[in-house]
């Protein structure tokens, strides 16, 4: 596909277990962030990938929360010992790099019973 | 410390008529401007930008005015379809920082009333 696609689209888990979210960039993007949207609150920004570069991890909420991305290609959010608080709807989103304007996948709702 | 704020969580308008979105930032450095439009259950999708040098940008209906001594930005949507409801977000983003992260408003939901 053309578009920024994120697996799995929902994801229910018990609190305490480690998750595993997915994002396959569009093709040829360098830059690659992880968001993520609380009910009722905005796009928190997490992490973000740029090329080569060291990613800047400046929102990531806690040391449970990890990202890894193989190239420029997928890219990894895992979230360990999981919380009620992390229920969210996790975005990924790609671009060329630079201020470009970013694509969006559409999302993955975690769920945290 | 919320450093872009959109005050008004909704927005109802009718159908042909302006719709105005407002956002308001803190931070001064920032220098690169977005709008982007969010469907339920979907992904965000760019609307428009604007940069620091400019203080107007128009792309068809969407026009986007920056006053930067007022630290606001605002998006006029003319005229307004029932298709433009939506939560609209704007972002900011300090591009001489190299990062290219953006922050992102709270989002307002705007209805359009046919």
């Known amino acids: 596909g053309a578009g920024v696609s994120q697996s799995p689209s929902n994801k229910v888990t018990e609190k305490g277990k480690d998750v595993e979210l997915r994002c396959d960039p569009i093709s040829g993007h360098t830059a690659l962030y992880w968001y993520r949207q609380s009910l009722g609150q905005g796009l928190e920004f997490l992490i973000y990938f740029q090329g080569n570069s060291a990613p800047d991890k400046s929102g990531l909420p806690s040391d449970r929360f990890s990202a890894e991305r193989t190239g420029e290609s997928v890219s990894t959010l895992t979230i360990q010992r999981t919380q009620q608080e992390d229920s969210a709807v996790y975005l990924c989103a790609s671009s060329f790099g630079g201020p470009d304007t970013q694509y969006f996948g559409p999302g993955t709702r975690l769920t945290v019973l | 410390d919320q450093q872009v704020k959109q005050n008004s969580p909704s927005l109802s308008v009718q159908e042909g008529r302006i719709s105005i979105l407002n956002c308001d930032y803190t931070n001064s450095m920032f220098d690169y401007f977005l709008w982007y439009k969010k469907y339920p259950a979907e992904g965000p999708t760019f609307l428009i930008s604007?940069?620091?040098?400019?203080d107007k940008n128009e792309d068809g209906r969407f026009t986007v005015f920056l006053n930067k001594s007022a630290k606001h930005l605002s998006l006029h949507i003319v005229p307004s379809q029932p298709g433009d409801s939506a939560v609209y977000f704007c972002?900011?983003?300090?591009?001489?920082?190299?990062?290219?992260?953006?922050?992102f408003g709270t989002g307002t939901r705007l209805k359009v009333l046919a």
């Open positions: 604007i940069s620091s040098i400019k």
């Open positions: 972002a900011a983003s300090r591009t001489t920082s190299g990062t290219y992260k953006y922050i």
